[in-house]
C-alpha cells in the first residue's frame, strides 16, 4: 500500500535532512575532524535513517490493521511488515 501524501512528504523531508548530515560528513573527513565527531554524526545520520523506516512501516502497519484485505491484495500483509521490520532492527 502507498503511503500517504502527508506521510511521503514528512518522510521525504527527513530523508533531506540526512542527506544534508551525510554531506556534512564528507566535510568534517575532508577536514580532517577528530573520529570522535565524526562517528557522533555518523550515528545521528543512521538514527535518522532508521526512523524514516520505521515511520514507512508504522504506516504500513497501521494500513494493514486498518483493511487487511486491500493490504493482502496489494502484497503488504501483516506477515510482510513484520518480515521488513525484522530487517531492519
Known sequence: MAVSQTTAQELVARL???EGQVRGLQVMLHEGRPCRDVVT?????????DQVGFRLLSADLQACLRDPEAAARSGESLEE???LFLKLA
Open 81 to 83: 511488515v513484520e518480515r
Open 41 to 49: 554524526q555518523l550515528r545521528a545520520a543512521r538514527s535518522a535513517l
Open 16 to 18: 533531506r535532512k540526512v
